[in-house]
């Protein structure tokens, strides 16, 4: 064979990859509007004999022509995975339940049982899971056992649908004699609330078999726990549970140290980020001590746990055998109980499972222990006061030097930005909303600011800083919400900031573009940094700022080497990158 040919050979094999029965169009990064588009893939399908796997994941499709895709489906019976996660990049919302209603009813037209539905990463909303209502509730998905739909933005309204149709699946395949056995259940990073985890939990009781759930970041608090923790006592199985970044409390922590007794599969437990405090972490301790033998992971970081209920927690994983990680990073134990712990896991010989401990929030007094969050955002904001009290003081006894002339200089400047009315008719407490929100950020707290919600915040907010802006602008973005109402708040207040501060004569953007790169995990930093967790909202508000007049067109071309480059930071948050990325290149 000639080395031309060979060359052809591998450039088409490097184009479409092709493994048993599966057919990959993985990453080609195709951006397909029209049948015609679309004809090199049709082709392929249609040539394509026993079709059990197709993956389009990292392409973008468009309504036309995910409409003649589904043609090319629509007699594919033999079809069982649809790895179609991350498919409508740039899309506008109202096309992509087109898309997917064309494609659900090929499947359905063919006969398909799916076995796996992979939807993550793509932007539909309510709507979206709205259009694959239908195809969730006919036989297609009697045989489904895994259904991917991280990052996909459902809200509460899509949860209740997504439940309402798993729970119909069951009962009409139930009825048929072969109840639907859904193993798997990924839906992380999509707003669920308690509302949404509550209906979901409902389907859960019934369908019984699952072995991994995976809620992440979905804004529960603990009567959407508490509803899982009950749900989850009927489906045996369970392996993996991870509910990161939500809201456990003690309330639904301990409810979910209950049902872990009467889990005995469990491999991998996930509650990092999740609050559950030091009562919690003692009950979960108790349910690990008393059982779970297969247990592999146990993650209960940056949870407010004080340090004899973290210990605890370590002694009760001495008889697991299979233990690969302990994760008690971002607690509260100081450097003495820090050192404690790492006696213990040693005195087990396991001090090679316990992960880092280089996050630790505290002095490890067991004392300052608040079980009400209330009172605890009340003492963060005292302290915040003295520690500006403190700042004032050192000023003064500092002496009236070229620097502190400078300051005040700034300081004046800065005030004159801010202050569009009178400081007085906007009295602040002594412990201001302002800066509850800051210390804690969440949607409904910034709502509550009302009308003067700009104003307020950037009365908080040393503007002459640009780390300080930073971190301002992120703790509003993260607040993001679909819901028109925090979406105006959100966009409206991290405008105003940006457009205050870069108003300043020479404001530092390079300073600032950088402290952002870092903040959001695209740039590593010599200290040690938390970085935003969720990088839809501040990707979504920066897609909107710097269309602005005043946002300057020198940090683009850095904002956007940093957006190309390949980072895990991106893979909760695909769409909002590649739409950031796509109005940076129009600008």
Known sequence: MASEDISQLVDALAKTQVCGGELSFKGRALKLDTAEAASEIIEEIEGFENLQALRLEGNTIGVEAAKAIARSLSNKKELQKCYWSDMFTGRLRSEIPLALVSLGNALMNAGAQLTLLDLSDNAFGPDGVRSIETLLKSQVCYTLQELRLNNCGMGIGGGQILAAALGECHRLSSALGKPMALKVFVAGRNRLENEGAIALADAFK???????VQMTQNGINHPGIRALAKAFTENQHLKIINLNDNTFTEKGAVAMAETLKTLHHIEIINFGDCLVRSEGALAIAEAVKCGLQNLKELNLSFGEIQRDAAISVAESVEQKSLLERLDLNGNCLGEEGCEQLKEVMENFNKQDVLSSLSDDESDGDDDDDDDDEDEEEDDDDDDEDLVDEEEDEDAEEGG??????????KTSLVDQLIVEEPVKTLPIAPTSEAAVFLASPSPDKLIKLGSKRALLILQQTDLSNAEKVV??????????????ETKTAVLDTADELLQKAFQIPEFPFDVFITTLLVYMGLLKSEEKIKVVANLIGPLTILKQVIQKSYFPRSVIPILSAFLNKQNRAFDSCLNAKYTLLETMENL
Do not use: H, N, P
């Open 400 to 409: 009236g030097g070229e620097d502190d002339d400078q300051e005040q200089e």
């Open 206 to 212: 019934s369908i019984g078999t699952l072995e991994e």
């Open 471 to 484: 971190q301002t602008f992120l703790k509003v973005a993260t607040a993001y919400r679909e819901d028109q």
